[in-house]
C-alpha cells in the first residue's frame, strides 16, 4: 500500500494517477513505479517509510511485473500458434475431407456421399437435384434403422445418363411406422483445392463448398 504524505503530493499524485487511468483504464507497472518513486522524494525525513513497507511496495510491483511479462509472453506463444496451425492447413490441399453439408461438386467421377439417421425409419429416400433445383435422381432406401449410413453417386440420372459436371445437392427424406419425419443429416466427400487466411478463420475450399476447420470430420 502507498500511503500520501502531504496534501500537496495528494494532490499531484491524485492527478497524475486520474490522468492515466482516465486514457489507459488500467494501472500499469510504470505507473506503480511512478507513485513509489513519489514517496520516496516526498517522505518525512524524520519519519522515513518502514522497511518492512518497503519492501512489501517492491513485492507488489515486482508481482505486477512478473504478470506483465507473462502476459506478454502468451500473446507471443498464442500468436506463433495460430501461425502454426495455418501453416498446417495448407496440407489439406488435394486431400479429400467429409464435412457436414449437402452441397457438392460432380466432375465425372463418383461422389462418395452420406447421411444420419436420428431414429428408426420405415421409410427413407435419397433425392440429387442439380443447381437449378431438377430432380435428378431419387433413390428408396428402404426401411433403416438409426445411425450413419455412406452411399455413393456415380453421376447417372434416373435414366441412367451421365449428367453434367457441376453442383449439385442431396437431400434425404425419412418417416418411421406412424408416417412422422425423422430428423436427418447429410454429409459431402470433396477434395479441397485451396486454403484462405483470413483475420477471424481460415476459408477451405471443397468444389463448390466453402467451410472452416472445425466442419472437417475426417480427412483421406
Request: charged content about 20%; aromatic content about 6%; glycine content about 8%.
Amino acid at each position: 500500500m502507498i500511503d500520501a504524505v502531504s496534501s500537496s503530493t495528494t494532490s499531484s499524485t491524485t492527478s497524475s494517477t486520474t490522468s492515466a487511468t482516465s486514457s489507459t483504464e488500467v494501472l500499469g507497472k510504470e505507473d506503480f513505479l511512478k507513485l513509489l518513486v513519489t514517496q520516496l522524494e516526498n517522505q518525512d525525513p524524520l519519519e522515513p517509510t518502514d522497511n518492512t513497507e518497503f519492501v512489501a511496495q517492491l513485492a507488489q510491483f515486482s508481482t505486477l511485473e512478473g504478470i506483465t511479462n507473462l502476459n506478454d509472453t502468451m500473446d507471443t506463444v498464442s500468436t506463433n500458434i495460430s501461425s502454426m496451425q495455418k501453416w498446417s492447413l495448407s496440407d489439406l490441399i488435394d486431400k479429400s475431407v467429409k464435412y457436414e453439408g449437402n452441397k457438392f461438386s460432380y466432375s465425372g467421377s463418383s461422389v462418395d456421399l452420406g447421411y444420419t439417421l436420428d431414429s428408426d425409419a420405415s421409410t427413407v429416400t435419397v433425392s440429387i437435384y442439380d443447381s437449378s433445383g431438377n430432380l435428378v435422381k431419387k433413390v428408396d432406401q428402404g426401411a433403416e434403422e438409426a445411425g450413419t449410413y455412406e452411399i455413393s453417386w456415380d453421376g447417372t440420372d434416373d435414366s441412367g445418363n451421365a449428367s453434367e459436371s457441376g453442383t449439385y445437392k442431396i437431400s434425404i427424406s425419412a418417416a418411421d411406422a406412424n408416417g412422422d419425419s425423422v430428423g436427418t443429416t447429410t454429409y459431402v466427400t470433396g477434395k479441397v483445392s485451396s486454403v484462405t487466411y483470413g483475420s477471424d478463420e481460415t476459408a477451405i475450399s471443397v468444389g463448390s463448398s466453402t467451410i472452416t476447420q472445425d466442419e472437417i470430420l475426417e480427412i483421406y
